[in-house]
């Protein structure tokens, strides 16, 4: 073969497995976002158009990787956790870094027009990737209780000073030197008393950020939708919720007399509690899977 004498080359890729039976936790953030958000003028402290933005992303990754069990987004941040017996592409790390972090990028992209529609994109934007591998439970659910709790401290500490500046007539510097060594109840207690801010009021969006899962549909919201059930891995669009509709098919398919077995799932987007044990305590197969 012509090409043989090249071939060898090819023995310099190295095999880049991860370690089976663990978590695989993907997170992607923003590269240089601080720009970006400044150039693209996005509002302060929280862009409601930016987060759906992130959300309908996030969503997307979702919904062409059955094997993603949870989500979770703040910021210019998600934070994917594939089922712990997931066989994607081999567990080949790079493979799953480049093609989930590259989908989401082009999804924020195709889909930026329908949430900044007056402002167009100024530069092509960029997520960096990386995949942490956690053994235990715990781990996991301490991941993202860490993650959600930044989520409460940015969000109180950005309101804040948003506020000072914004409503208090402050300068960054003064408003930084306002709240330099307080605690959350001060924060709180300055919210309130100056701006008539209830932040336990504001939407549990910039407070707990975005949550998002699968939801076993019942056969019977399936009849009541008329949602008609397709091969597996087809995602449809159900009108009444404005989610996806995923059926999955835990063994390999066998043929379309098998459909009606197939579970019927949606993807369910929340800014619920996910530090307490009851979010989990309800959705044991997150874990368990
Ligand atoms: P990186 O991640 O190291 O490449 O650098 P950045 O600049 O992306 O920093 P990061 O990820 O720590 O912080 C996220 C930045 O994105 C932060 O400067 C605030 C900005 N950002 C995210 N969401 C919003 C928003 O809703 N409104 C505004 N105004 N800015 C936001
Ligand atoms: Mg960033
Ligand atoms: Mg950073
Ligand atoms: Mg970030
Ligand atoms: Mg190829």
Redesign the pocket.
Known sequence: MANSKYAYVRNFELPDPLLPGTFMLFRL??HS?HRFSDQHEFAKPNDIRALELMDHAAKDVMTEYPDIVLAFG????FSFLLRKSTTLYNRRESKIVSTLTSLFTSSYVLNWPKYFPNTPLKYPPSFDGRIVLYPEEKHIRDYFAWRQADTHINNLYNTTFWALIQQGGQTATEAHATLRGTFSKEKHEILFSRFGINYNQLDARYRKGSVLFREEIPSDDLVATGTTVTESEEVLEDPEVGGSITSTQGEKRKGKSKKSKQKQTRIVLDHCDIIKDEFWDTRRWILSE
């Open positions: 953030d923003g976002f703040e910021s210019d941040e």
